[in-house]
């Protein structure tokens, strides 16, 4: 019977092979389904939104220029490595997982670019809009985000949000070329989930009658050049003759064996008695004697996964140098480690501060600023005097903050550990956080001591019939 089922699974792998040669060149489009000119109704739909949305970003970075124009053409063609995928995904079956892998490398690599792009530009005037595509470009990783592809790509769009709205903020009255920059970069990610959605709801769909995909991302094997299709593979080799040392259906055999079976408390007597002299818990000095020990086989262990890279060829992370100087009317204070006398003085109304990557130091911002960012710091103090516009902590830990004059506003977003100390003159100080978490705000006593008060970090939210109401709720515990 086995044979049988093998032989039938062997004749309708050639009918396929057979009706692929059939079929021609461009025939493997078919295999996505509802295809049309030879090309998938799920490629069709993204071609849809490359030349919507998509063609819409790219022409307004075009006319924005600069850095914003060179980091659009790098998205650009992050998506169109994913397209290439789709298209190998409609010809071909699912390949194994660690083939996979090699098939994601181009995308993974594209993403990468991007993001490179914006760290080697921190110093660019359009820092803000590199920030809010480096931040959601990892959403083109949807196509390995199975069962739920769609909320994943959600994240990301979310995750564009704050320096997106930073855009929003600062070109509203000046110029309605950067707003209509981000609304058309955001709707990239709003079609690209409903995409998801129709098409590939529970992850990247495959070609279920197609060749299997190689590392290449091209079907296997390619069809011979000239000729008629391959000739079907013969019948399977027939199965070896039962071995005659086996005895399994030896009469005499299975007599013996159960007249050892039937001897009773007798079957013990053959056993040979064990002194403690012979034990090796008894007598140690059998552990001394010569010969080696023999061990049992090792036990299974599943392999391991191979990953296009592995730790030991990971480039070591380079150490960038220290940084605190003005450029333009914005001070860098960048990839500090354990400075504690860093200082800002000489100051303007319009002037900025951007503190980046400063580990266990302390900051002193003297005179009156325009605005100060702590951006993927950890244990660093801040003290300063007066901040006319907003004082902001971005993916930092550990991290505490001292006002000496006013401060009309404080964000905190994507923080663990933030302690803000506030003055009598910055009582009115108003502060908001988001995705933060063990924030304290001290505030001043007339005996020169504070009284420390936590942020909420836990809500309760209720219909009323006709809106959400969200009110604090207390931990219990």
């Not at 818990?281 to 090792?298: D, E, S, Y």
């Not at 404080?410 to 003055?423: A, R």
Request: glycine content about 8%; aromatic content about 6%.
């Amino acid at each position: 019977m086995t044979d049988l089922q093998t032989l039938v699974e062997r004749l309708e792998k050639a009918v396929g092979r057979l009706e692929m040669a059939s079929h021609g060149p461009g025939a493997h489009g078919g295999y996505g389904g509802g295809s049309q000119n030879g090309v998938a109704e799920y490629v069709q739909a993204f071609d849809s939104l490359l030349a919507g949305p998509v063609a819409e970003y790219i022409k307004i970075s075009k006319e924005i220029g600069g850095d914003v124009q060179k980091h659009a053409e790098m998205v650009h063609s992050g998506l169109m490595t994913e397209r290439a995928l789709l298209v190998t995904a409609s010809q071909c079956q699912q390949p194994a997982a660690n083939n996979f892998s090699s098939l994601l490398k181009p995308i993974s690599d594209q993403i990468q670019v991007v993001q490179s792009f914006r760290e080697k530009n921190r110093g660019s005037k359009l820092f803000n809009h590199l920030s809010a595509v480096s931040e959601s470009i990892p959403a083109l990783g949807w196509v390995a985000m199975a069962p739920k592809p769609g909320p994943y790509v959600k994240e990301m769009t979310d995750a564009a949000m704050f320096f997106s709205n930073r855009v929003l903020k600062e070109y509203k009255d000046v110029d309605k070329k950067h707003v209509d920059w981000v609304k058309a970069y955001l709707s990239i990610w709003t079609e690209l989930q409903a995409y998801i959605k129709e098409h590939h709801t529970t992850g990247l769909t495959w070609s279920k009658t197609g060749p299997i995909a190689t590392d290449g991302g091209s079907p296997a094997p390619p069809p011979p050049p000239c000729g008629g299709p391959p000739l079907p593979p013969g019948p399977p080799p027939p199965p070896p003759p039962p071995s005659a040392n086996s005895g399994g259906d030896d009469p005499a055999s299975r007599s013996a064996l159960f007249a050892q079976i039937n001897q009773g408390e007798a079957i013990t007597s053959g056993l040979k008695h064990v002194s403690d002299e012979m034990k090796t818990h008894k007598n140690p000095a059998l552990k001394n004697q010569g010969g080696p020990v023999r061990t049992g086989p090792k036990p299974f262990t599943a392999p391991k996964p191979s990953s296009a890279i592995s730790p030991s060829q990971k480039q070591p992370l380079r150490k960038e140098p220290p940084v605190l100087e003005l450029e333009g009317k914005k001070w860098r204070v960048e990839n500090h480690e354990g400075a504690s006398n860093l200082v800002i003085s000489d100051t303007e109304l319009k002037q900025v501060a951007y503190v980046y990557k400063c580990v266990n130091s302390t900051l002193r911002v003297k005179g009156k600023i325009n605005s100060i960012t702590l951006d993927n710091c950890k244990k660093l103090g801040l003290v300063f005097d007066d901040v006319v516009g907003i004082v902001e902590i971005i993916n930092s830990r550990d991290i505490q903050v001292q006002v000496l004059g006013k401060v009309p506003t404080i964000s905190i977003n994507k923080t663990d550990g933030c302690h803000v100390y506030l003055s009598k003159n910055s009582l009115a100080c108003e502060i908001v956080s988001a995705k933060s978490s063990e924030m304290n705000v001290l505030i001043p006593t007339d005996s020169g001591d504070f009284n420390e008060f936590p942020i909420p970090e836990q809500f309760k939210t209720l219909w009323n019939g006709q809106k959400l109401v969200t009110t604090v709720t207390e931990i219990a515990g």
